[in-house]
């Protein structure tokens, strides 16, 4: 089956099912949300929900192509996986929803993953909301908990890192948009602000991007 084809399939699970919403939370920033059920976890993490990647821990993996997803035509796809059994129908929606958001305004398109694909996005519902930055040889994982994670700026957000994409407020020229107050950073969280080398692509600092630290 053609990806085109896949990506019907996709679309019709979600049409299919009942118009459901997220759950209710507090208002709080994205990353409020993440940091919130992140806390007390055993996972490993970098900037607060980022797996390390170690062999290339001295340098940023996503200056490199490596950790691109490759393009076909116009269009630039992404297998993902979720098994039924790890979440109900309704939560299963809440991941589609997130990720059908990026066909609305993007090139990415989401298709079930195939047998033949080696690189993949598989979500679960793990200890905390994380992922890892860009893509990675024989497919990743991006953990969204049950209880907390499953939100769809939250799944925009862990999605966003699989896709290359940094914190708003570690860009290159973040100094020219935000001042880190290091003096209100708590002891050990010192990396989670350190600039990264990205490639902005002459886009604008997005002060309201699920992305960005909350003040």
Excluded at 132 to 157: A, W
Aim: charged share 20%; hydrophobic share 35%; aromatic share 10%.
């Amino acid at each position: 089956m053609t990806p085109a084809f896949l990506i019907l399939l996709f679309l019709s699970a979600i049409t299919a099912a009942a118009v459901t919403s997220d759950p209710p939370i507090e208002e709080q920033d994205t990353f409020g949300t993440i940091e919130a059920a992140n806390e007390n976890i055993t996972t490993t993490l970098e900037d607060g929900d980022l797996v390390p990647i170690v062999a290339t821990r001295n340098a940023d993996p996503c200056v490199l192509t490596g950790c691109k997803w490759p393009k076909q035509g116009s269009y630039v796809y992404v297998p993902v996986s979720i098994d039924s059994s790890d979440y109900t129908r309704i939560e299963r929606n809440i991941i589609i929803r997130g990720l059908l958001t990026f066909h609305q305004s993007t090139c990415i398109r989401f298709h079930w993953r195939r047998t033949t694909d080696e690189e993949y996005i598989h979500f679960f519902p793990g200890d905390g909301c994380w992922s890892s930055l860009g893509r990675q040889i024989g497919g990743q994982s991006v953990s969204l908990k049950k209880s907390g994670c499953l939100y769809t700026d939250t799944v925009q957000h862990e999605v966003l890192h699989v896709l290359g994409f940094h914190h708003e407020q570690v860009r290159s020229d973040r100094d020219e948009h935000v001042t880190i107050l290091t003096e209100n950073i708590r002891p050990g969280a010192e990396r989670n602000f350190a600039k990264k080398i990205t490639n902005n692509l002459d886009t604008p600092y997005d002060f309201d991007s699920v992305m960005q630290y909350g003040k």
